[in-house]
C-alpha cells in the first residue's frame, strides 16, 4: 500500500465522481429511514452543487499508489446555505456568525478504514477550518444509520445536537 493524500483544486473535483457516488450507495445501504431520498443523490446532485455554492472549499484525495481511495470535502458556506428547499439543518439563531464550517463528505473505500487514514483526513480538514478565524460553529450531517461514522465524529470532539427530516440525518456540532 502506497498511501498519499492530495488537496485538490475545486475544477478537479471530477476524480471525486465515482467514490462520492459510492458514498452515495453506502449511505443508502446502511439507511434505516427514508431510503428512498438517496435514490436522486449523486455527485451531480450532491458535491457539485455544494463546491459551487460555498465561499471556500476544501478538498483532499487520498490514493493508494495512482487510485483514489477516499476523500474527505469541507467548507466554509453562509449560514443561510443550510436553510433550502430539502431542509433546515440547523436553528440559524444557534449561529452567531454569518458563516459556518462544514465537513460535508467524507468516505474511504472498505479496505481502507481502521488504519488512520481517515483520522489522518479529519484531521486536515479540521486544521484547514480552523484558519478561518471568524467560524465558531462546525457541523457534520451523517445519515441514518450510519452508526460507526457517528461514532467516529463523536470522537473527534463532536456531538449530537439533532436529527432532521424524521430522523434520516442526525446533525453533529462542535464549537470552537
Sequence with gaps: ?????????ENNIEVLRELCNELMAFQKSKAKV??????????????????????YNY??????????????????SAKEVYDNDFATFFDLASVKKPDVGCLSQFYLKEGYRDQGIGSKLIQMSMDWLKNFEDIEDYFVFVSNGNETAL??????G?????????GFITVLRKSK
Design 1 to 9: 500500500m502506497a498511501i498519499t493524500y492530495e488537496v485538490i483544486e
Design 34 to 55: 427514508h431510503q428512498e431520498f438517496f435514490d436522486s443523490m449523486n455527485f451531480e446532485t450532491r458535491l457539485v452543487p455544494s463546491v459551487t455554492n460555498a465561499k
Design 59 to 76: 478538498i483532499a484525495v487520498v490514493k493508494d499508489g495512482e487510485i483514489p481511495v477516499g476523500y474527505v470535502y469541507a467548507n466554509i
Design 151 to 156: 461514532k467516529f465524529y463523536e470522537r473527534k
Design 158 to 166: 463532536f456531538s449530537v445536537s439533532h436529527d432532521i427530516l424524521d
